[in-house]
């Protein structure tokens, strides 16, 4: 530890006197900048290779506060919920090699209100990896924890977009990600084996790539690990092949993704009469090319270019089940009859239980989509255009390009809520807490396990309750203290097969934060249409964003309005959005941020449920003096259902949120602040009852409180 202290020391003492001689040398002092840039990212490097163990880390402690009011709630509802924490996050860096490195990251968790209940609370393991870059730099590697993309109909996570998001909104998203070991980037966290080979220049190609990945998508194929006794023994693996090459700014690439369950792991246990399992292999081979004009014209003000890419799917399922069925044997019997004997064969009918593999599915599709781009720096002004056409079958399906992180639908704040009308239960129950209240805050708890919270061998507790449970399965039990993590978060890091997600799909309907068009990314099928997008960045100073989407779902299965016999028809979807980012400090030419932002969407569909959405975001980021910041922001989101979204006995008509959130925020060291924020959500839904005239409606709003330190170490 002392000898990488000394060395540290000895580099950045160089860098500094580097940097120093290279100003004085310099000409200009953009010369200085590009100059120390440079020795910086050296010192950077350098540093990272030092052989050796590194710990670092971050230390949170905080409270957060949640008081709701509801005309809809119980008289002996609580109203309050209180959370108080200290949150540790260690991470454990080993290289034992100049190219390689350990990367082992663990998590702490106390709650301040159940600490003299917690005896042994368990370290939970966040990420494990062996990292590394070998061959002379040619060859990258990930071991363990990896985060891995290939391409938008392959291998790809879709994110919720939100233009111009202010900051103190996207730092929540981003700690709530993080608690489920996500990011917001489109790469897919995986579990396994991850290879990439770049050769660099060879004769006339600029770039040979070859990729291998090898991942366990599911321990034991659990299903939604919100229920953790939903699961199979059909474990389930991903196969991923990816090559290509790049030649005066154009790319070719062929990639390949074979996702499977292995059925000898399931067929090792017996299934129940009952249970039925479905086995499902999904392959998509695609082959996508690229263009970027700057290798061949470097001397344009502008570049233009364009991506595509054209894949085919198969998905294929059959499944397992046992079938009871009558079997006659004979039996070689003796008699005697008059004093004679005689053998006779008698039949013997028993109901046999054998096991039955039947095809259940087999779908092949296609997809494909082409992007035209004009990029260019003019007088200070960055800008980027992209439009382009996609198309996409009924029968397409691609399962890590297709399943979304965020799900929605948690109550994350006050979920003992209780509610005096049935039906108000009934709705929430569905439609679950606001999309903001999912989008923006998670709550972490260790609690600890008792014989009325765990699942037992024996099968029966308190949440599978039993009237022949025995009696004395609780007498003299001692609770040994350990405690279980867990989370109230509305995004999941679970990929999710094809029949799954069609029994999600009308969750996915109901949530207002899901894009109505395209809820599962570019690979969601049956879909075809234009779409366009201008990024526009003047200097730091001001930016603009805008969004367009034209698109139509041709196999919608509706149902005819006389017959009622069910028919195809078209769904047409338009989607548009625009933002600006002012920078008032920047403009003013002060040395500190006062930023400003806001923007406009709206989305809306001429058939199916009819849902029309409208969000509205502003906010501001302002350095007030020296360490102390000002943050805050507004959100307001209307989701409309024309044809009502059907709840049992009752048609969900309208959803109406807002979040309003504000603080400060006073910087420590780097990476370390104290922070206190305040906030207000309001969550309304609109619904009728069958027979009834009036519309009903439950409002729900929430004062939330915050407060933390964190700390970097």
Same mark, same amino acid.
């Given at each position: ?139 990258? #590697? ?199 004997? #005689? ?46 056409y996609f198309q996409t079958d009924s029968g397409f399906w691609s399962e890590l390009a297709s399943t979304p992180v965020y799900m929605g639908r948690s109550t994350i ?27 923006? #805050? ?272």
């Amino acid at each position: 530890m002392n000898f990488n202290m000394n060395m540290r020391k000895f580099l950045l003492t160089s860098a500094v006197a580097f940097s120093a001689a290279s100003a004085f040398a310099a000409d200009n002092q953009a010369e200085v900048v590009t100059q120390q840039k440079s020795l910086l990212e050296k010192l950077d490097s350098l540093n990272a290779a030092v052989l050796g163990l590194k710990i670092n880390g971050t230390a949170k402690a905080g409270i957060a506060a949640s008081f709701a009011s509801s005309d809809q709630f119980a008289s002996e509802s609580p109203t309050q919920e209180n959370q108080a924490f200290t949150d540790v996050n260690l991470r454990l860096t080993a290289r034992p090699s100049s190219e390689t490195m350990i990367d082992v990251q663990l998590r702490l968790h106390k709650d301040w209100q159940n600490a003299y209940d917690e005896n042994n609370n368990p370290i939970i393991g966040h990420w494990f990896s062996y990292d590394g870059t070998i061959l002379n730099k040619h060859v990258d #590697f990930n071991l363990g924890y990896m985060r891995v993309g290939y391409t938008p109909l392959t291998i790809y996570t879709p994110q919720t977009e939100i233009l111009q998001e202010p900051e103190i909104f996207a730092e929540k998203r981003r700690e709530a990600l993080e608690k489920r070991n996500l990011d917001t980037t489109s790469r897919r966290l995986l579990q396994g084996l991850n290879v990439v080979y770049n050769s660099g220049n060879v004769s006339v190609l600029d770039n040979i790539t070859a990729q291998l990945t090898g991942a366990r998508l599911r321990n034991t194929a659990k299903k939604i690990d919100q229920v953790f006794f939903d699961f199979d023994f059909a474990d389930r693996y991903l196969l991923g092949v990816r090559v290509g090459a790049d030649a005066y700014g154009a790319h070719l690439g062929v990639n390949f993704v074979n996702l499977m369950d292995r059925k000898q792991t399931r067929r090792s246990r017996p299934i129940s009469d009952a249970d039925t399992i479905y086995y499902d292999n999904n392959m998509v081979i695609s082959a996508d090319v690229a263009f970027d004009s700057k290798k061949l014209l470097p001397e344009l003000p502008v570049t233009f270019g364009l991506t595509g890419e054209f894949a085919m799917s198969k998905w294929k399922v059959d499944r397992d089940y046992n079938v009871k069925e009558n079997q006659t044997s004979y039996n070689a019997m003796a008699g005697k009859e008059d004093g004679k004997s #005689f053998v006779y064969l008698k039949p013997v009918t028993k109901a046999v239980t054998t096991y039955t593999n039947e095809d259940y599915a087999d779908v092949d599709g296609k997809s494909f989509y082409a992007d035209l781009f004009v990029k260019g720096n003019i007088s200070d002004i960055d800008f980027k255009v992209d439009a382009g056409y996609f198309q996409t079958d009924s029968g397409f399906w691609s399962e890590l390009a297709s399943t979304p992180v965020y799900m929605g639908r948690s109550t994350i704040f006050n979920g003992n809520a209780l509610y005096g009308n049935p039906a108000d239960s009934l709705v929430l129950a569905t439609f679950g807490a606001s999309s903001l209240e999912n989008l923006y #805050f998670s709550v972490y708890n260790s609690t600890t396990l008792q014989a009325t919270n765990l699942m037992t061998s024996g099968g029966s507790n308190s949440l599978s309750a039993d009237a022949g449970e025995s009696p004395y399965m609780y007498s003299r039990l001692d609770n040994n203290y350990k405690n279980g993590h867990f989370y109230r978060n509305g995004y999941t890091s679970n990929t999710y097969k094809k029949l799954e997600m069609l029994s999600l799909k009308p969750f996915m309907d109901i949530d207002p934060s899901v894009s109505l068009a395209l809820p599962l990314g570019k690979a969601t099928p049956d879909r075809k249409g234009i779409t366009a997008k201008v990024d526009v960045n003047w200097a730091d100073k001001v930016t603009f964003n805008a969004r367009v989407n034209m698109v139509t779902q041709s196999n919608l299965i509706g149902y005819d309005p006389v017959t009622f016999a069910p028919i195809s028809t078209e769904n047409k979807f338009t989607e548009f959005a625009a933002g600006l980012g002012v920078d008032a400090g920047a403009l003013a030419g002060l040395d500190r941020q006062i930023l400003l932002q806001g923007s406009y969407s709206h989305g809306e569909e001429d058939s199916y449920l009819k849902r029309k959405a409208d969000r509205i975001v502003a906010g501001f980021t302002a350095d007030v003096w020296g360490p102390i910041a000002l943050l805050g922001g507004i959100q307001m989101y209307t989701k409309e259902f024309g044809n009502g979204y059907a709840v049992a006995a009752a048609a969900v008509t309208k959803a109406t949120e807002m979040l309003a959130l504000g603080g400060a925020r006073v910087k420590l060291a780097p990476l370390s602040y104290v922070s206190l924020q305040g906030g207000l959500l309001k969550n309304e839904l609109e619904y009728s009852v069958i027979g009834v005239p009036a519309v009903n409606k439950i409002s729900i709003s929430k004062l939330v409180l915050l407060a933390d330190v964190t700390v970097n170490f």
